[in-house]
């Protein structure tokens, strides 16, 4: 079973959407969670942090799930823009191991 | 401007030759990383190095060789033994030398000829 898993999509939506992606990991010892956002041919860059308690940042909302070992990220009004890929990070610090998930493609249709 | 510069942007490997891509970093991240990404696939780990002169194999360090003689470089080489170079190499690095925040340079494209 891999460390970190990630529906790969696409997700197509129409502009104004809201969509929701998770992401699972298998590690009940894993502390922190990062989502980072892959645009086409480009480097990911970090969109946000999952806090224990959620995260929100604008139309942008980060969710961890502790009993059922997964993190969300839910986008509202989706905008043309926000067609990339989104890219999970968890980390077990104790055990000095991180993961990236292999992502998932998201496109936002006029 | 602080952050992270690859270079070249791409390169181009003939049959049996090895070529160095070059990773540095002016933030004073202690840690440092590469990583490959093949067309449609995530990120697949090749080396890192958390401190000065010490780095560790990631995931597919077969037919690639690092060094880690200054804290702002990290040098990756891929050598001949590497049967399949073409791909999109990234490097990120991170504050701590603990697993942290990893920000990327911009990557470079090698392809062979």
């Known amino acids: 079973r891999k460390e970190v898993e990630q529906d790969p999509g696409p997700f197509n939506v129409p502009e104004g959407a809201t969509v929701a992606f998770n992401c699972t990991y298998s590690n009940s010892a894993s502390q922190s969670f990062f989502w980072y956002r892959q645009d086409c041919r480009k480097e990911p860059k970090l969109l946000m942090s999952v806090y224990s308690s959620g995260n929100e940042d604008g139309r942008f909302t980060a969710q961890l799930n502790r009993a059922s070992q997964y993190i969300s990220l839910l986008i509202r009004d989706s905008k043309l823009s926000d067609s990339a890929t989104y890219l999970c990070v968890v980390i077990l610090y104790n055990f000095n191991k991180f993961y990236f998930g292999s992502g998932t493609k998201l496109n936002v249709k006029p | 401007d602080g952050g992270i510069t690859q270079s070249p942007k791409y390169l181009f490997r003939k049959e049996g030759q090895n070529v160095t891509l070059s990773c540095e970093q002016n933030l004073n991240h202690d840690a440092m990383y590469w990583y490959r990404q093949d067309p449609g696939q995530g990120l697949r780990l090749i080396y890192y190095?958390?401190?000065?002169?010490?780095?560790q194999k990631g995931d597919i360090a077969e037919g690639y060789s690092v060094s880690r003689e200054k804290k702002e470089s990290f040098p990756l080489t891929v050598t001949s033994a590497q049967k399949n170079p073409t791909a999109f190499y990234l490097c990120?690095?991170?504050?701590?030398?603990?697993?942290?925040?990893?920000?990327f340079g911009a990557g470079t494209r090698l392809s062979v000829l």
């Open positions: 990120a690095s991170s504050m701590t030398r603990g697993m942290d925040i990893q920000y």
């Open positions: 190095s958390q401190i000065v002169n010490d780095f």
